[in-house]
Nanobody, 117 residues
Framework: VQLVESGGGLVQPGGSLGLSCAAS????????MGWYRQAPGKQRELVAD???????NYVDSVKGRFTISQDNAKKTVYLQMNSLKPEDTAVYYC????????????WGQGTQVTVSS
């Protein structure tokens, strides 16, 4: 199983970026897909996640600015980030949880998002 992330980069405050994460390989029964981030010196935190049924959840600091979406057929999750702030700077990781009777978590390699003028 491989998770391939794309879309990170450098953006000015107030700008927008979109991230995508595509799962490939022998993965089925996806329960949820999500995005986490880790800033230097800080713990990794959940940014947003979405269940296979479409229910989404956001950390308070990004509500109203970020939107998570998914394409179940393509096993891909997206994160649209608007009104970016310097404090959004971090490495963003994709996470997929799959399984029926027990679950397995898969992580992407991470993509850097830097918000700076």
């Amino acid at each position: 199983v491989q998770l391939v992330e794309s879309g990170g980069g450098l953006v000015q405050p107030g700008g927008s970026l979109g991230l995508s994460c595509a799962a490939s390989g022998s993965i089925s029964n996806i329960r949820s897909m999500g995005w986490y981030r880790q800033a230097p010196g800080k713990q990794r935190e959940l940014v947003a996640d979405i269940t296979s049924g479409g229910s989404s959840n956001y950390v308070d600091s990004v509500k109203g600015r970020f939107t998570i979406s998914q394409d179940n057929a393509k096993k891909t999750v997206y994160l649209q980030m608007n009104s970016l702030k310097p404090e959004d700077t971090a490495v963003y990781y994709c996470k997929v949880v799959a399984g029926i009777y027990w679950t397995t978590s898969y992580w992407g390699q991470g993509t850097q998002v830097t918000v700076s003028s």
